[in-house]
């Protein structure tokens, strides 16, 4: 029932009902069939089929999310305004997606191997300097990367001014389901609302990860983009 289902279909609250039906409609309604998307194509895998649209593969996913994951027309302005905000015209930005905390930590199995912060912040001046970018723009949801960043591209450095994570320890999905319900929603919206800024970017250098793989679906002006495609932890 659609009470059961609030906490794991949360989608309402980020993107547009594509078919104009509400979720709690279709929870309680008698004359809709909930049925899974079929998926003619491949899946994102370890290779770079996806990215390098092989047989269409990225294409199609664009389409896809274009038709069915509109984000919400506040958290699309909001990121707008943001990104104009910490941008100027004539810019050039190089935007930079890299996960830590658990994801570096704890090397869960099967989850894509992340490249060191050195390594990225390495790659990244070989392409600021080719390609003449003159900001930076970070996506990361570790304190200690962002510091790290800050640190290195010093006035080339901008961000969407969000919450990040000092990690400890443990996996922090389970510290975020424990939060209350209004701090989930928030932390979410903040969340795409920093992957559409990233979209924003001229140039993308990324590690691999879900976060990445969506991003590059919806509509972006990335003219370089770079994947750190490694492998998965064992």
Request: aromatic share 10%; charged share 25%.
């Amino acid at each position: 029932d659609y009470k059961a289902n609030r906490d794991i279909d949360r989608m309402e609250d980020f993107f547009n009902q594509p078919m104009g039906i509400s979720l709690k409609d279709a929870y309680l309604g008698k004359n809709i069939i909930l049925s899974p998307l079929a998926i003619p194509t491949k899946r994102p895998n370890d290779s770079m089929d996806y990215f390098n649209d092989v047989d269409g593969a990225l294409t199609w996913w664009k389409k896809i999310a274009f038709q069915y994951m509109r984000p919400l027309q506040d958290i699309e302005a909001e990121a707008v305004s943001r990104y104009e905000a910490i941008t100027q015209k004539d810019d050039k930005v190089l935007g930079i997606s890299i996960r830590g905390t658990d994801y570096t930590s704890l090397m869960p199995p099967m989850h894509p191997i992340q490249p060191t912060v050195e390594q990225v912040c390495i790659d990244a001046d070989k392409i600021i300097l080719e390609f003449g970018y003159s900001k930076v723009f970070v996506n990361t949801e570790d304190q200690k990367i962002a510091d790290i960043m800050k640190r290195h591209f010093g006035e080339k450095y901008i961000c969407n001014e969000r919450t990040l994570l000092n990690y400890n320890q443990g996996f922090i999905v389970n510290c975020f389901n424990r939060q209350p319900e209004t701090e989930r929603i928030n932390g979410g919206r903040e969340y795409l609302i920093t992957q559409l800024m990233l979209s924003k970017t001229d140039a993308l250098l990324a590690s691999r990860t879900s976060g990445t793989v969506g991003t590059a679906m919806i509509p972006n002006s990335w003219k370089i983009i770079k994947i750190y495609a490694l492998g998965r932890y064992l």
